[in-house]
C-alpha cells in the first residue's frame, strides 16, 4: 500500500439529499428500470426515444420550415441514431450545448448465415459486438430481439423470449466433470467466439426424405409464425440479447441492474434533461449515436455526418443568410458532454484501480477529464479551462459529482465519443454514471448516480 487514501470529497451522495430529492431519485430510477427492461438493441431504444420526444411536444425537423426560441425538433437517422434540438433565445452562432451518448451496447449478433443442425440439435452461429467477457454469456436465458428486411421490402421485427410464456435461447457450457483442459486456459481461451450458438430447437418433421429434420421444424416454425425462411437471414438484425428485465439491486433497493447500461442510463438521463426545457439561453441538443462499442464507424456512428447534418438543418433554419462556414462557426464554438458510463470501485477487484482517481457507486455523476489508454491514446483529455466552466455549473446547480478515471495507468483503458466531437473544435469532457460490471449481462448502477447524471445534464442545458 502507498498509503494514499481516497478522494477527500468522497462521501456518498446520499446523505446530501433531502426527502424530496431522494423520493425524485426513486421515483426516476423507476421509470428509468422500465425504459432499460424494453430497450434491449439501439433501434428499440431510439424508438422509446422517439415516442417520448412526440409525447413532450417535439416535432420531426424535416416539418419545420422555421425555427424560434422555444422550439422543439428531433431528426432520426436509419433507426439508430437520434438527436433533439430545443432552440435557445441566443443567436445559434454562438454555439450549441451538446449532450452526447451512445444507444449500442454489447450483445450477438446472428450471423448472415446463421442456423445449421448438428447432432439432432439446431444451432444459430453468433458474432459477438463489442468487448465482450464471452464466458459470461454462457448459461443464461438469451433473447432474440430485430429486425428482418424480407425482399420486397417488408419489415418484420422480431422480439422472443421477453414473455414468460415464451420460449428462451441459450448457449450451453461445458460441465464441470469434463472440463479440466478448459478451465486450465486462459479465460479469454475457456470459450472461443466460434463457439458462441444458440440452441434453439430439438424436435424433426416427419417427411423422411428431408435430410437436416431439425433445421427443417425450426425453419417451418418461422414461416408460419413471422412469414421468415432461410434466405430472408441475409437481409436481418436480429441480436441475442439477456432475456431479463432490469431489476432492483440490494435490500435498500439502491441501485437498478440490469443488461445495455452503458450506455442506455445516459440516453435515458440526457433525454429526461432535455424534455424538461423550455427556452433556455444557447440551443440544446441531445444526441444519441449508434456503433460506439465497434470504434463509432459507419453512417450511424459518431465518425458519420449525423451530427453535422442535423445542425446544418437547424441553422438553414434558424440563421438568415446561413452558409457553410456558419455552420463550422457554430460546431467549433460548442460544448458538450460526452455522456458516457465510467467503472466504479470494485471491492472486489481493488488492484485494478487508483484509489485516489476511482469513481465510487453512489456518490455522484462522474467527470472523466481523459479516457485512452497507454500514455492516452485515443483520449480526448478535456482542457482545464473548461473543467472549471463546468465545475462552476455543476457547483451552482447543486450537482453532486465527484472526478475519476477508468483504472491504473497501462491496467487497460476505453474510449467514448468525444474524440469525436472534440474534432470539430468544440470543448469536450466525458460525464456520466458510474457502473460495476461494465459490459456484461447484467451491468450495476447506483440511483443516487442516476439522478445525479440527469441533473448534470439538465445543469449544463442551462448553463
Same mark, same amino acid.
Given at each position: 500500500?502507498?498509503?494514499?487514501?481516497?478522494?477527500?470529497?468522497?462521501?456518498?451522495?446520499?446523505?446530501?439529499?433531502?426527502?424530496?430529492?431522494?423520493?425524485?431519485?426513486?421515483?426516476?430510477?423507476?421509470?428509468?428500470?422500465?425504459?432499460?427492461?424494453?430497450?434491449?438493441?439501439?433501434?428499440?431504444?431510439?424508438?422509446?426515444?422517439?415516442?417520448?420526444?412526440?409525447?413532450?411536444?417535439?416535432?420531426?425537423?424535416?416539418?419545420?420550415?422555421?425555427?424560434?426560441?422555444?422550439?422543439?425538433?428531433?431528426?432520426?437517422?436509419?433507426?439508430?441514431?437520434?438527436?433533439?434540438?430545443?432552440?435557445?433565445?441566443?443567436?445559434?452562432?454562438?454555439?450549441?450545448?451538446?449532450?452526447?451518448?451512445?444507444?449500442?451496447?454489447?450483445?450477438?449478433?446472428?450471423?448472415?448465415?446463421?442456423?445449421?443442425?448438428?447432432?439432432?440439435?439446431?444451432?444459430?452461429?453468433?458474432?459477438?459486438?463489442?468487448?465482450?467477457?464471452?464466458?459470461?454469456?454462457?448459461?443464461?436465458?438469451?433473447?432474440?430481439?430485430?429486425?428482418? !428486411?424480407?425482399?420486397?421490402?417488408?419489415?418484420?421485427?422480431?422480439?422472443?423470449?421477453?414473455?414468460?410464456?415464451?420460449?428462451?435461447?441459450?448457449?450451453?457450457?461445458?460441465?464441470?466433470?469434463?472440463?479440466?483442459?478448459?478451465?486450465?486456459?486462459?479465460?479469454?481461451?475457456?470459450?472461443?467466439?466460434?463457439?458462441?450458438?444458440?440452441?434453439?430447437?430439438?424436435?424433426?418433421?416427419?417427411?423422411?426424405?428431408?435430410?437436416?429434420?431439425?433445421?427443417?421444424?425450426?425453419?417451418?416454425?418461422?414461416?408460419?409464425?413471422?412469414?421468415?425462411?432461410?434466405?430472408?437471414?441475409?437481409?436481418?438484425?436480429?441480436?441475442?440479447?439477456?432475456?431479463?428485465?432490469?431489476?432492483?439491486?440490494?435490500?435498500?433497493?439502491?441501485?437498478?441492474?440490469?443488461?445495455?447500461?452503458?450506455?442506455? !442510463?445516459?440516453?435515458?438521463?440526457?433525454?429526461?434533461?432535455?424534455?424538461?426545457?423550455?427556452?433556455?439561453?444557447?440551443?440544446?441538443?441531445?444526441?444519441?449515436?449508434?456503433?460506439?462499442?465497434?470504434?463509432?464507424?459507419?453512417?450511424?456512428?459518431?465518425?458519420?455526418?449525423?451530427?453535422?447534418?442535423?445542425?446544418?438543418?437547424?441553422?438553414?433554419?434558424?440563421?438568415?443568410?446561413?452558409?457553410?462556414?456558419?455552420?463550422?462557426?457554430?460546431?467549433?464554438?460548442?460544448?458538450?458532454?460526452?455522456?458516457? !458510463?465510467?467503472?466504479?470501485?470494485?471491492?472486489?477487484?481493488?488492484?485494478?484501480?487508483?484509489?485516489?482517481?476511482?469513481?465510487?457507486?453512489?456518490?455522484?455523476?462522474?467527470?472523466?477529464?481523459?479516457?485512452?489508454?497507454?500514455?492516452?491514446?485515443?483520449?480526448?483529455?478535456?482542457?482545464?479551462?473548461?473543467?472549471?466552466?463546468?465545475?462552476?455549473?455543476?457547483?451552482?446547480?447543486?450537482?453532486?459529482?465527484?472526478?475519476?478515471?477508468?483504472?491504473?495507468?497501462?491496467?487497460?483503458?476505453?474510449?467514448?465519443?468525444?474524440?469525436?466531437?472534440?474534432?470539430?473544435?468544440?470543448? !469536450?469532457?466525458?460525464?456520466?454514471?458510474?457502473?460495476?460490471?461494465?459490459?456484461?449481462?447484467?451491468?450495476?448502477?447506483?440511483?443516487?448516480?442516476?439522478?445525479?447524471?440527469?441533473?448534470?445534464?439538465?445543469?449544463?442545458?442551462?448553463?
Amino acid at each position: 500500500m502507498t498509503g494514499l487514501k481516497e478522494q477527500p470529497d468522497s462521501v456518498p451522495a446520499w446523505t446530501k439529499l433531502n426527502a424530496q430529492e431522494k423520493q425524485a431519485a426513486m421515483d426516476l430510477a423507476e421509470d428509468y428500470r422500465q425504459f432499460l427492461s424494453k430497450a434491449k438493441t439501439e433501434r428499440e431504444t431510439i424508438e422509446l426515444a422517439a415516442a417520448a420526444a412526440r409525447d413532450g411536444g417535439f416535432s420531426e425537423l424535416e416539418q419545420k420550415e422555421n425555427i424560434k426560441a422555444g422550439d422543439r425538433v428531433f431528426s432520426i437517422w436509419r433507426g439508430k441514431c437520434m438527436a433533439m434540438a430545443v432552440a435557445g433565445s441566443e443567436p445559434l452562432e454562438e454555439g450549441l450545448n451538446i449532450v452526447g451518448a451512445h444507444a449500442d451496447s454489447p450483445r450477438l449478433d446472428l450471423k448472415p448465415r446463421p442456423l445449421y443442425e448438428e447432432e439432432n440439435l439446431a444451432l444459430l452461429k453468433t458474432h459477438y459486438y463489442g468487448g465482450i467477457k464471452k464466458y459470461q454469456w454462457v448459461s443464461i436465458p438469451l433473447a432474440l430481439h430485430g429486425v428482418v !428486411v424480407k425482399e420486397d421490402g417488408r419489415v418484420i421485427k422480431i422480439v422472443i423470449g421477453e414473455k414468460e410464456t415464451e420460449p428462451v435461447f441459450t448457449i450451453t457450457d461445458l460441465l464441470p466433470h469434463l472440463a479440466r483442459e478448459q478451465m486450465e486456459k486462459k479465460m479469454t481461451e475457456g470459450i472461443k467466439g466460434e463457439g458462441l450458438n444458440l440452441l434453439v430447437g430439438g424436435i424433426p418433421v416427419g417427411e423422411a426424405e428431408i435430410k437436416e429434420k431439425i433445421k427443417q421444424h425450426v425453419l417451418n416454425y418461422l414461416e408460419q409464425k413471422y412469414g421468415i425462411r432461410d434466405d430472408d437471414f441475409i437481409s436481418a438484425e436480429i441480436e441475442a440479447v439477456p432475456a431479463w428485465p432490469a431489476r432492483d439491486v440490494g435490500l435498500d433497493r439502491s441501485m437498478i441492474g440490469g443488461y445495455g447500461q452503458d450506455d442506455r !442510463v445516459c440516453v435515458f438521463a440526457a433525454l429526461k434533461a432535455i424534455m424538461e426545457l423550455t427556452v433556455p439561453s444557447q440551443t440544446a441538443v441531445a444526441l444519441f449515436v449508434d456503433k460506439e462499442e465497434i470504434g463509432s464507424t459507419g453512417n450511424t456512428g459518431m465518425y458519420s455526418t449525423f451530427l453535422t447534418n442535423f445542425v446544418a438543418e437547424l441553422a438553414a433554419r434558424s440563421v438568415p443568410g446561413y452558409n457553410e462556414l456558419i455552420l463550422r462557426r457554430i460546431m467549433a464554438r460548442s460544448r458538450a458532454l460526452s455522456a458516457d !458510463v465510467n467503472a466504479g470501485f470494485d471491492p472486489n477487484y481493488p488492484d485494478v484501480m487508483d484509489k485516489l482517481n476511482t469513481a465510487r457507486l453512489g456518490h455522484g455523476v462522474v467527470v472523466t477529464k481523459y479516457t485512452g489508454a497507454g500514455g492516452k491514446k485515443g483520449a480526448n483529455d478535456a482542457h482545464a479551462e473548461f473543467l472549471g466552466q463546468v465545475r462552476r455549473v455543476f457547483n451552482r446547480h447543486g450537482v453532486i459529482w465527484q472526478s475519476g478515471l477508468l483504472g491504473k495507468v497501462d491496467q487497460g483503458g476505453g474510449g467514448t465519443i468525444a474524440y469525436l466531437l472534440a474534432m470539430h473544435g468544440m470543448d !469536450v469532457v466525458d460525464c456520466g454514471v458510474a457502473l460495476l460490471g461494465m459490459h456484461s449481462p447484467f451491468e450495476v448502477a447506483h440511483k443516487a448516480d442516476i439522478y445525479m447524471a440527469y441533473r448534470a445534464y439538465k445543469a449544463f442545458y442551462e448553463g
